[in-house]
């Protein structure tokens, strides 16, 4: 059986970025104090919530080699190095390795699609050209591009490829996919809003938006599930859903970048072509914050 890179909660790590362009560094780095303080299980640095896809190669890079240096160790750091260009996805996923990163975070190719023959041969490109264990990203409703339970199981038998996000909604897939797999891919929930579901089919945990403003109360809800308090899980997986239902009102990342903006860890910053949360959407989204105890 592979190794699993994390139980419980990861968080898919919003970029600070300043108005005028760059990223902020110092509240990075308050932002991952923060976040291992709280008891977060691992970090994902350059996924779409970090607005990867808007960050420029240097800018990608040097915030993968931040993460890590800041992080020393402490939770696995898991580097989005995911592209629609399969060279460019090696390049980068090469540079992870030599970062120090505990593992890449691989998204379908989006735009340009794939069948899912290439979508084979281009994750077992990556997956040949470095050692660090690899999460495959399924989110068809933003790429286009859906990995199919087959597909996966395919995926699964190369020994660097250990894990699934899934993202694509469909639970009866994802259950097709966990008993294809069962022992050879480990299954992460990629909607907060799944993460019980996606626990009682044998997943691992989340890698989580909510988890930016909430990282205890997401971890706990995945190791209640995982130690047995089924009850408990569940009890918060609905509590927060009208949080998690506000974070995703309009495109992600933009609410959880107004929610930790809100908390003092960012700047309201996102780029274009995404642009600042509507005023009554943010309202309604800094409400249900201050209901969950957050200082906003």
């Keep these: 059986m592979k190794k699993t890179i994390f139980t419980g909660a990861a968080t898919a790590i919003v970029t600070p970025l300043f108005e005028n362009g760059g990223i902020d560094f110092e509240k ?4 991952i104090e923060w976040q291992i303080s709280e008891g977060i299980d691992a970090i994902v640095v350059c996924g779409t919530t970090g607005e990867a896809s808007t960050l420029t190669d240097e800018e990608h ?8 240096k800041t992080v020393n160790g402490r939770v696995p750091v898991i580097a ?9 996805a090696i390049d980068l996923s090469k540079f992870a390795c030599e970062a120090g990163a505990d593992a890449l ?3 379908t190719p989006y735009y340009n699609k794939a069948t899912q023959k290439g979508l084979i041969a281009s994750f077992l490109a990556v997956a040949d050209a470095c050692d660090l264990p690899i999460i495959l990203y399924n989110v068809p409703s933003r790429t286009g591009c859906n990995i199919l339970p087959q597909t996966a199981a395919i995926l699964a038998e190369h020994p660097n490829i250990v894990a699934i996000k899934e993202a694509s909604g469909n639970i009866s897939q994802i259950a097709e996919l966990a008993a294809l797999t069962r022992g050879k891919l480990d299954i992460y929930s990629g909607n907060d809003d799944q ?5 009682s089919l044998g997943g691992k945990g989340v890698i989580s938006v909510l988890s930016n403003p909430l990282p205890r109360a997401t971890s706990e809800m995945c190791h209640k599930f995982l130690n047995g308090d089924i009850e408990g899980s569940l009890k918060m997986q609905l509590d927060l859903l009208p949080l998690v239902n506000a974070l995703f009102c309009e495109v992600n990342p933009i609410p959880v970048k107004a929610a930790m903006a809100a908390m003092g860890f960012c700047e309201n910053s996102v780029r274009l072509p995404l642009t600042k949360m509507e005023a009554d959407h943010e309202a309604k989204l800094l409400s249900l914050m201050r209901e969950q105890g957050l200082s906003v």
């Design 195 to 199: 993460i019980v579901p996606i626990l």
């Design 80 to 88: 989005g190095t995911g592209s629609n260009d399969t060279a460019y």
């Design 28 to 31: 990075f780095g308050k932002l």
């Design 105 to 107: 975070l691989l998204v």
């Design 61 to 68: 890079r040097d915030a993968i080699s931040f993460a890590v």
